[in-house]
């Protein structure tokens, strides 16, 4: 037999160490859990029901009356950010719904929507606790409440998903209690701009976001900068809106709570908006052409 000389030895030794299987322990486990909030306003309560059988696609959630405080109507909110599609199946399945792709790839349902915040076809930039619709029947409910899934990154229905830090598992039903937008800013882009004007853009900024809204009943344009972070503390904030060939309409100044609202009557015309939180800036291309 052949001497092997202590070289090529601790060689063999290595090579055979690393063809080992390693314990599972070794392998370094890769986290992408979005955290949810409840798809409601801050401090509304409502049963979540993963009700089974025969809950299509089972694992989803329908979010119920509680107590005496009725569902229909209420806002809904994104339970996380991302990017939100709007929908229309008319009277059956979903109805009016949407879905929100996350950033790392799950996915959010909210489906049997009485209105939504843009047109189906649309799609826009959300944060958690961005309104996004209002509860409904339409599609094939038999009775207004709001149909919400969990996907994850694969399209699998989440069977035990978890809102506000409450997992609700195949065949419970559970009172949650929003915290979405608790502490945050008390108006909303709708408020601000007034009766008639709806969210149809939004784009983040450092502390808050900017929003481009829309009156169909006088084709004015309507742009308001909210603030999400060091909320009623007065700091240096703007809003502006430019129809095309027309002049920038710009409101500057030290808010506690929001710049603008900026509004401009723009038939016919592609506009430019956008706003600043500080030294964060959003300037939007013309676009959304009446």
Same mark, same amino acid.
């Given at each position: 037999?052949?001497?092997?000389?202590?070289?090529?030895?601790?060689?063999?030794?290595?090579?055979?160490?690393?063809?080992?299987?390693?314990?599972?322990?070794? &392998?370094?486990?890769?986290?992408?859990?979005?955290?949810?909030?409840?798809? @409601?306003?801050?401090?509304? +309560? @409502?049963?979540?029901?993963?009700? +089974?059988?025969?809950?299509?696609?089972?694992?989803?959630?329908?979010?119920? &009356?509680?107590?005496?405080?009725?569902?229909?109507?209420?806002?809904?909110?994104? +339970?996380?950010?991302?990017?939100?599609? @709007?929908? &229309?199946?008319?009277?059956?399945?979903?109805?009016?719904?949407?879905?929100?792709?996350?950033?790392?790839?799950?996915?959010?349902?909210?489906?049997?929507?009485?209105?939504?915040?843009?047109?189906?076809?649309?799609?826009?930039?959300?944060?958690?606790?961005?309104?996004?619709?209002?509860?409904?029947?339409?599609?094939?409910?038999?009775?207004?409440?709001?149909?919400?899934?969990?996907?994850?990154? +694969?399209?699998?229905?989440?069977?035990?998903?978890?809102? &506000?830090?409450?997992?609700? $598992?195949?065949?419970?039903?559970?009172?949650?209690?929003?915290?979405?937008?608790?502490?945050? =800013?008390?108006?909303?882009?709708?408020?601000?701009?007034?009766?008639?004007?709806?969210?149809?853009?939004?784009?983040?900024?450092?502390?808050?976001?900017?929003?481009?809204?829309? =009156?169909?009943?006088?084709?004015? =344009?309507?742009?308001?900068?909210?603030?999400?972070?060091?909320?009623?503390?007065? !700091? $240096?904030?703007?809003?502006?809106?430019?129809?095309?060939? $027309?002049?920038?309409?710009?409101?500057?100044? !030290?808010?506690?709570?929001?710049?603008?609202?900026?509004?401009?009557?723009?038939?016919?015309?592609?506009?430019?908006?956008?706003?600043?939180?500080?030294?964060?800036?959003?300037?939007?291309?013309?676009?959304?052409?009446?």
């Amino acid at each position: 037999m052949p001497k092997i000389g202590k070289a090529a030895l601790l060689a063999a030794l290595a090579l055979a160490a690393a063809l080992l299987p390693r314990p599972a322990s070794a &392998d370094p486990v890769e986290t992408l859990a979005t955290s949810h909030k409840s798809p @409601f306003n801050c401090g509304k +309560t @409502f049963y979540a029901n993963n009700w +089974t059988p025969d809950h299509s696609p089972s694992g989803a959630i329908d979010w119920q &009356d509680y107590g005496g405080d009725d569902i229909n109507g209420e806002t809904v909110r994104a +339970t996380a950010a991302g990017t939100a599609y @709007f929908y &229309d199946a008319g009277n059956t399945s979903y109805g009016k719904w949407i879905e929100i792709r996350h950033g790392d790839g799950t996915r959010t349902r909210y489906a049997h929507l009485a209105t939504m915040v843009r047109a189906a076809g649309g799609s826009l930039s959300v944060g958690q606790g961005t309104a996004i619709g209002t509860v409904g029947s339409t599609g094939g409910s038999t009775a207004p409440h709001l149909h919400y899934e969990q996907r994850t990154s +694969t399209g699998a229905v989440d069977t035990s998903p978890t809102v &506000d830090g409450v997992t609700v $598992s195949l065949g419970q039903k559970k009172a949650v209690t929003s915290t979405n937008a608790c502490g945050g =800013n008390p108006y909303t882009p709708e408020e601000v701009c007034g009766s008639g004007y709806g969210v149809i853009d939004s784009a983040a900024l450092t502390g808050g976001r900017v929003y481009l809204l829309y =009156n169909s009943g006088n084709s004015a =344009n309507c742009v308001v900068t909210l603030k999400t972070t060091n909320v009623g503390t007065p !700091s $240096s904030m703007s809003a502006f809106l430019e129809p095309q060939g $027309s002049t920038r309409t710009t409101n500057s100044g !030290s808010f506690g709570y929001y710049a603008g609202p900026v509004i401009r009557s723009a038939p016919g015309q592609c506009v430019r908006w956008g706003g600043s939180i500080g030294s964060s800036t959003y300037t939007s291309p013309f676009e959304h052409c009446d």
